[in-house]
């Protein structure tokens, strides 16, 4: 069992940037890849980005490559998405989630084993 809790999420003006976090419990962090998704309200689940176990691949959504990162501390059982150059089309709730594997479908949310409640993001003036 793993349990994912983010953090970080908030209001933020265009243009402006934030980093959420993702911490998890247990001793084996370093087996799961992560990826952040988000679901905006009346839209499905989208993926953002995904990093595998110690970071050597990651991967993006086209829509935020450029704007936004992901990486991890095997060491802090956290993973974080630095998002930068936000705008009001990336207000949503942010989910993390861990998958035993990595592989071609890590943008599909039945990939993953463990997910996390989600903190909302909002982009606004």
């Known amino acids: 069992q793993v349990q994912l809790v983010e953090s970080g999420g908030g209001l933020v003006q265009p243009g402006g940037s934030l980093r959420l976090s993702c911490a998890a419990s247990?001793?084996?962090?370093?087996?799961?890849?992560m990826g952040w998704f988000r679901q905006a309200p009346g839209k499905g689940r989208e993926f953002v980005a995904s990093i595998s176990m110690f970071g050597v691949r990651t991967l993006y959504a086209d829509s935020v490559k450029g704007r936004f990162t992901i990486s991890r501390d095997n060491a802090k059982n956290t993973v974080y998405l630095q998002m930068n150059s936000l705008s009001p089309e990336d207000t949503a709730v942010y989910y993390c989630a861990a998958a035993a594997a990595w592989g071609a479908t890590m943008h599909l949310p039945s990939t993953y084993d463990y997910w996390g409640q989600g903190t909302q993001v909002t982009v606004s003036s």
């Open positions: 247990g001793r084996t962090f370093s087996r799961y890849a």
